[in-house]
């Protein structure tokens, strides 16, 4: 079945930066819309950022010039740069990869911005 595997969370300071994976199996990715979603602890899951197959990307206002998402179609893999974390940041970062018909979603990883 379709899998998307994320890596790269972990703990890090304010300030500090992370860079997060997310390899795809058995789609075809170059053709998905490609995004990572967070979700902290008691609220909603949100859209960070996604990148269309075209290249354009699309980031929520608040990680605006601090975070940079990629796609290599090659290795079927979608990157996001987190630069300048703050503790705001900190959630459960998801995957998602979106057609017109199907929709799949990662485990998540943990990012943790702390002192």
């Known amino acids: 079945q379709v899998q998307l595997v994320e890596s790269g969370g972990g703990l890090v300071q304010p300030g500090g930066s992370l860079r997060l994976s997310c390899a795809a199996s058995?789609?075809?990715?170059?053709?998905?819309?490609m995004g990572w979603y967070r979700q902290a602890l008691g609220k909603q899951r949100e859209l960070v950022a996604d990148?269309?197959?075209?290249?354009?990307?699309k980031y929520v206002n608040s990680v605006k010039g601090r975070f940079t998402i990629s796609r290599d179609n090659a290795v079927n893999t979608v990157y996001l740069e987190m630069n300048s974390l703050k503790p705001e940041d900190t959630a459960v970062y998801y995957c998602?990869?979106?057609?017109?018909?199907?929709?799949?979603w990662g485990q998540g990883t943990q990012v943790t911005v702390s002192s």
């Open positions: 998602n990869a979106a057609s017109a018909t199907y929709i799949y």
């Open positions: 990148i269309i197959s075209s290249g354009r990307t």
């Open positions: 058995r789609i075809r990715f170059s053709i998905y819309t």
